[in-house]
């Protein structure tokens, strides 16, 4: 790998762990108080479960948008650059409208739109990379279930 290459890894790193980093300016909070008193289905995982998961995830999509920035000439870079920025800013906004405001409805819209942005920005990806797009499927997985989740919390506690 050249010095360039290794820039742009720990850049693409950066950006995701600082998105992570950020949500959780808004969510971190919120776990002892507000969400603590929520009612929360069976299957809620404990809250140990979700920085781990998180860290592991934007890794993956750091590693991922490396593998497409490698490829920047390619016709479907711009594309994918702007659905990979768009389930980022999404990806924050998530927890800021769930968190932040303790909105479990804007939540799962935020969700559901980030969900899209995620397949989307896979769909991109694999034209340019076949690990940049299978890196995230993992990512998808988890929003799906934290769809789920946010969709039961939202049913349980109106």
């Keep these: 790998m050249t010095l360039v290459d290794t820039l742009k890894l720990a850049g693409s790193l950066l950006v995701c762990q600082m998105a992570g980093f950020l949500g959780s300016l808004f969510t971190t909070p919120a776990i002892p108080n507000w969400y603590a008193t929520l009612s929360k289905p069976s299957f809620t995982p404990p809250n140990w479960v979700f920085s781990p998961t998180w860290i592991g995830l934007f890794v993956l999509t750091g590693i991922s948008l490396f593998l497409v920035w490698r ?32 909105s479990p409805l804007l939540g799962l819209i935020d969700i559901l739109l980030l969900w899209v942005a995620i397949l989307l920005t896979i769909l991109t990806f694999l034209k340019i990379s076949r690990w940049a797009g299978g890196l995230l499927i993992p990512y998808l997985l988890w929003v799906s279930f934290a769809g789920v989740l946010n969709f039961s919390l939202w049913t349980l506690n109106r």
């Design 71 to 102: 490829r920047q000439g390619h016709p479907h870079f711009p594309f994918a650059l702007m659905f990979f920025s768009a389930q980022l800013i999404l990806n924050v906004l998530w927890s800021i409208a769930f968190f932040g405001l303790k």
